[in-house]
């Protein structure tokens, strides 16, 4: 079988570049007599640099018009769109009555209309465009949903029938793996973390839902109950009212901003954190938890859309807002160390059931379905 998969643009998406590697990966190790060909727009990081209209024109020229174009001369049993928000490659590809499958990892712009409020330079003309985009996932002849709350999302968002839906969930990469106690030691000694700090991390965005407002309340309740305690933000950095409260509340010395680290990085952050905050009002997968986990890391996360069915019983389960759950789970974690222990141990047996060549097995299982409904 002949299978193309429909990457974003180098550099457009990290995280979709991570889903597009990983199921490359594991489609060609369960599949390995199957031909995988990598198809994608031509490359906009040089664009991103450029915010003017003119370049602005381009990206939209060469994603809507001269990409898809292109796409109906290739030739491939099926197509697999890696990301909803490029839903609108779908009118193009039905023309030629391709088989086409469309991973969908959330519908956050429409639950959530104000994110693409905080992002796009014309909220309206992007609103638009977007929803044109996810509106061609009722064409495909297949979606893979990320989550059971995704799924249940694209049927009462886009009025999908369930049967059209299969939930495959995202995997972790092999390189998030607990490291040695020595490594983990120099690396808080280079960032001045002590053996008896609770050191805290987010990791991630800062969209209003990534809740980041209460981690800082959290910190600065254990602040105010004498806690040794320090919070590593890593990815965007705090908002100006986010960096308003830390200077209102005396914790400069007590937040760090690590900025956005490369992988090898990344994993020694996960590694040297005691515990990984993740109260997000909204996550269509939540990979910062998988990730955490397969280091080590234990974890507390919001009881709210998908992150129960990541975390299960791996990790803290509260409420997005109740910072008296949270310090309540961070003290028990601080003292006691064989419930520290025992999150650990379950994070890492939970995290190895998420691998790339399980996600690509199923999704390979899905194709096979596919052709052989449409034959």
């Not at 299978?3 to 597009?20: K, P």
Request: net charge neutral; glycine share 4%.
């Amino acid at each position: 079988m002949r299978v193309a998969i429909l990457r974003r643009a180098a550099g457009a998406s990290f995280s979709m570049d991570v889903y597009a590697d990983g199921l490359v990966a594991g489609l060609k190790a369960s599949r390995p007599e199957w031909e995988i060909v990598e198809i994608a727009p031509m490359d906009d990081r040089q664009q991103q640099k450029n915010n003017s209209w003119l370049t602005g024109l381009e990206k939209y020229y060469e994603r809507y018009w001269r990409y898809p174009l292109t796409l109906k001369q290739k030739k491939a049993d099926l197509f697999h769109v890696i990301d909803h928000s490029d839903g609108h490659l779908i009118y193009w590809l039905k023309k030629n009555h391709q088989p086409i499958v469309v991973t969908c990892h959330d519908l956050i712009n429409l639950v959530n209309p104000e994110n693409v409020t905080n992002q796009a330079r014309i909220p309206a003309i992007s609103m638009a465009v977007w929803k044109y985009a996810v509106q061609g996932l009722k064409k495909a002849d297949r979606i893979i949903a990320v989550s059971a709350h995704t799924a249940k999302d694209i049927v009462q968002q886009l009025d999908i029938n369930k049967e059209q839906i299969a939930i495959v969930p995202d995997a972790v990469e092999i390189l998030f793996h607990p490291l040695a106690a020595d490594k983990v030691a120099f690396f808080r000694s280079q960032h001045h973390i002590s053996a008896e700090t609770m050191c805290l991390l987010h990791v991630g965005s800062n969209h209003p839902r990534k809740n980041v407002s209460t981690i800082l309340k959290l910190l600065a309740a254990l602040k105010i109950q004498g806690f040794s305690i320090h919070l590593w933000k890593v990815g965007a950095d705090f908002t100006e009212e986010q960096k308003t409260f830390i200077q209102t509340q005396a914790l400069e010395t007590s937040v760090s901003y690590l900025g956005k680290p490369n992988k090898q990085t990344l994993v020694e952050i996960y590694n040297a954190a005691d515990v990984l905050l993740s109260p997000s009002h909204y996550e269509g997968f939540g990979m910062t938890v998988i990730e955490a986990m397969a280091c080590g890391t234990p974890v507390i996360a919001a009881n709210v859309t998908s992150l129960p069915e990541v975390v299960g019983d791996a990790g803290v389960l509260t409420e997005p807002t109740d910072v008296s759950a949270m310090v309540a789970a961070v003290e028990r974690l601080y003292q006691d160390s064989n419930y520290r222990q025992s999150l650990r141990e379950k994070g890492l047996n939970r995290a190895k059931l998420f691998t790339w060549e399980a996600t690509a097995k199923a999704i390979a299982t899905e194709y096979e379905k596919m052709i052989g409904q449409i034959r």
